[in-house]
């Protein structure tokens, strides 16, 4: 087991998008980074593309739907760094399609597997790693869309959008599987929160995101590295709306 001060980072589903932004934004920060994904080839890509930049970056295979994979991954974990500092819960998944009165259920059974048991079934083998952290820091990438707050809010830009269920109701599970965490581990040090990384171009939006993947990241890398200090428990991250664009604070959740 390697004996070392540098912080160990896990990002699931670091092989594109926001998570591979995020991966190198912390590996940026000095953290050795643990690329999750699901498929060792796209992750080792992504590593070799973090080096070129200096980080020290890893790849660690990771399906967060399969429990073998999960459990794997934290063994692994377990036997090269003895814990974890940082867990950012990324990989996700979207499905846009059925409208209330013709909600796909297969599609929404797969949004749920990876959106919320996903990231439970990683939280769950990872939390005695986070606790021999002195200072774990938990994020949970969620969404906007996931705030009933903001939804039902008569002044808020997504207030009466027409979308299918799935990928909201996942974020609003998220959402309170983060306030769950956070209570559990009030008083330990540790920070479990929820990130909004705003409507940023990724694969899982073809693109049409207002955002880059790097601005989505950021948000991950402010909760990621929270000092004593920081809040516990909150819905964080970009505030669609505000006269502000690039405004960022707490959403409701
Ligand atoms: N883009 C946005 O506007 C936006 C807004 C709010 C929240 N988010 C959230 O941000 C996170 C990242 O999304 P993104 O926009 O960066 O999407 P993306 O580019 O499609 O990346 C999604 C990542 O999740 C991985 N993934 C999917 N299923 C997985 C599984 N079963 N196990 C492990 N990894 C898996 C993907 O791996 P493969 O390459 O193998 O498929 C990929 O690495 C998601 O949680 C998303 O809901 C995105």
Sequence with gaps: ????????????????????????LLGLEGMTVLVGSRDIGRGTEAVRAL???GVDARPLEIDVTDRTSVL???ARVAEE????????????????????????????????E??????????????????RSSAPRVVNVSSEIGSIG????????FHGMAMGAPYPASKAALNMITALY???LAGSGAKVNAANPGYCATDLNGHSGTRTAEQGARVSLHLATLSEDGP???????????SDPDAHGVLPW
């Design 51 to 53: 080096e070129k930049e």
């Design 81 to 112: 760094y003895g814990r974890l500092d940082v867990l950012v819960n990324n990989a996700g998944v979207a499905r846009w399609w059925g409208p209330p009165g013709e909600t796909d259920l297969d599609a929404f059974r797969q949004v749920l």
């Design 114 to 131: 990876v959106n919320v048991l996903g990231p439970v079934a990683v939280l769950d083998a990872f939390l005695d790693l986070l606790r």
């Design 182 to 184: 956070a209570g559990a």
């Design 1 to 24: 087991m390697s004996e070392t001060n540098v912080r160990i980072a896990l990002v699931t589903g670091a092989n594109k998008g926001i998570g591979f932004q995020t991966a190198r």
């Design 232 to 242: 516990t428990g909150v819905l964080w991250g970009h505030l669609a709306g505000a």
């Design 150 to 157: 903001t939804m039902t809010d008569p002044e808020s830009p």
């Design 72 to 74: 794997a991954a934290a």
